[in-house]
């Protein structure tokens, strides 16, 4: 594990050293906010006692909320990247900075103010040179529970586009490669201890010396980073997103180097492991990405409301959703590419042989079954839902949980029944065997690039490069890229190209 750990490290040195610096970047702007905000007002507040103890309430509240449900609601308002993740970060590093700083500003000992006063010393001498010096040793702990807080939580960021470590533990998880998430999980640890400690050292600096030290370097990085942006070329960035797991990651980097090979002077950002279908889907009519790859049977029973019966022809199923999303919301699906990766239910070869299933309407006959499903597949017309009401299933323990984890969780016995992709790899990996949609329920699924219709009518180059895999990659193709990435742990963009030039795609 180690040695494979390491190699992983030496062959994507230069990404992880990315990831490194936006984990960083994005924890010490929060860190730099939430003091600016939680301080002051605990200075503010300290002889409120009232309003001090309705703000820790508030704080305390926020703290409650899920941090997943706090990026989606801002989603909509600030849109996705570092943006949404720092204000969430700052909301949940706010308590326990402001609680620390008024706690240690009013809980110093009387006898100490009351000497102050006596020398009649202005409200800011005594505030500057007693009481804050006083509630200093107070303030730095809160800072630092802040601090820890915040790094350990900014792994989330890479749930919407925001970059960090956590796109490591993400492609971990999602791909199966332990040698990804323990490098996410170990440098994100590393880095809690290591701003611990700096701040741990604050308690014997000279604060005079070290304001002035922050301030010359805050006024040289921030000059040279003024020049560089001015000297820089302005070029076009095109931001493609992709769904959480293996395959939409291979998708988009085939997207990019489509588009780059026409031409190359397109700055082309991906976004990889961006969360389930209704984040990328706001995403995009909010303009803060211009194409990621969908679905047609997830278009029909998802995003679009139709009042006609959802075709079972791919062709037919195309057309309906391209025209629904055309009309609804000014949106152009591009013609899908040959493979199909619908839905599917599957179980193990021995609980199939034990039971007799051959089709998911056998399901019905065992509601003891322990099922585990994707999210978006537990909560969508197209998945769970939907299926209890066509084949009649209702499973007494039905628990939600990342795609690749449900596949160990079905092959190790801890679950009877889980949904999945007919070009998934771990069918193939695990021996698993995927039950017959004997009322034909699942709609065709061909991958198709999604974006606004105003972004391809403004970019015709960029749809037709797009366009050259129209038509291309079977279910064969795309199972055994998925076996590549999620099995084999080779590089999404090393396996995508490699497919292209192949096949006299570049």
């Known amino acids: 594990m180690l040695n494979e750990t390491i190699h992983y490290a030496q062959a994507n040195s230069h990404e992880i050293l990315v990831a490194l610096g936006q984990h960083i970047e994005v924890a010490f702007i929060a860190t730099l906010l939430t003091i600016i905000i939680a301080i002051p007002l ?20 926020i703290q409650t909320i899920p941090s997943l449900a706090i990026l989606g609601l801002l989603i909509p308002f600030v849109g996705i990247g570092t ?8 909301l949940y590093a706010i308590m326990p900075v402001f609680q620390n700083t008024y706690a240690g500003l009013t809980n110093i000992d009387p006898l100490l103010i009351e000497a102050a006063d006596a020398m009649g010393v202005s409200r800011r001498y005594k505030l500057m040179r007693v009481q804050i010096p006083l509630a200093m040793p107070m303030i730095l702990s809160g800072i630092r529970i802040g601090v820890v807080m915040i790094i350990g939580t900014a792994t989330l960021a890479a749930l919407i586009g925001g970059g960090g470590l956590g796109t490591y ?16 999980a170990l440098l994100s640890a590393a880095l809690a201890l290591i701003a611990s400690w700096l701040i741990k050292l604050l308690a014997h600096a000279n604060f005079k010396k070290l304001f002035i030290g922050v301030a010359t370097l805050v006024i040289i990085g921030g000059g040279a980073f003024g020049i560089h942006t001015l000297m820089t070329p302005k070029t076009e960035t095109i931001t493609i997103a992709g769904k959480m797991g293996g395959e939409p990651e291979i998708l988009i980097n085939m997207y990019k180097d489509l588009i780059k ?26 303009k803060q990405i211009d194409i990621y790859p969908e679905f047609t049977g997830t278009v029909l029973q998802s995003l679009v409301k139709t009042t006609q019966p959802i075709s079972h022809d791919p062709t037919q199923a195309y057309h309906q959703g391209e025209t629904a999303l055309s009309q ?8 899908p590419m040959a493979y199909q990766n619908g839905y599917g239910m599957t179980v193990t070869q021995q609980t199939a042989d034990k039971y007799h299933l051959k089709t998911i309407a056998d399901l019905a006959k065992h509601p003891e079954f322990r099922a585990g499903f994707d999210p978006d597949f537990y909560q969508q017309s197209d998945g769970y839902p939907g299926l209890k009401q066509a084949y009649g299933l209702h499973f007494n323990s039905v628990k939600t949980m990342e795609p690749s984890l449900r596949y160990q969780a079905l092959a190790q016995g801890d679950l009877d029944v889980t949904d999945a992709y007919t070009t998934d790899p771990q069918i193939k990996k695990y021996h698993l065997v995927l039950l017959q949609d004997s009322k034909s329920f699942f709609p065709p699924y061909q991958g198709s690039p999604l974006m606004l219709t105003s972004f391809a009518k403004a970019h015709p180059q960029v749809v037709k490069s797009l366009n050259r895999i129209a038509g291309k990659i079977s279910t064969q193709d795309m199972q055994q890229l998925n076996y590549q990435v999620t099995v084999q742990h080779q590089k999404a963009s090393v396996v995508a190209k490699r497919y292209l030039q192949s096949h006299h795609l570049l």
Do not use: Y
């Open 42 to 61: 605990a200075v503010a507040l300290m002889n409120h006692r009232q309003a001090g103890e309705f703000v820790l309430q508030v704080a305390s509240v």
């Open 328 to 335: 609804q919301f000014n949106m152009t699906l591009l013609r």
């Open 261 to 286: 090979a026409d031409d190359p002077h397109i700055n082309v950002t991906l976004k990889r492991n961006f969360g389930g279908t209704s984040f990328l889907f706001k995403a995009l009519k909010a």
């Open 83 to 90: 943006v949404p993740a720092i204000i969430a970060l700052v």
């Open 169 to 184: 533990i993400l492609l971990g998880i999602q791909s199966n490669n332990n040698a990804a998430l323990l490098i996410g």
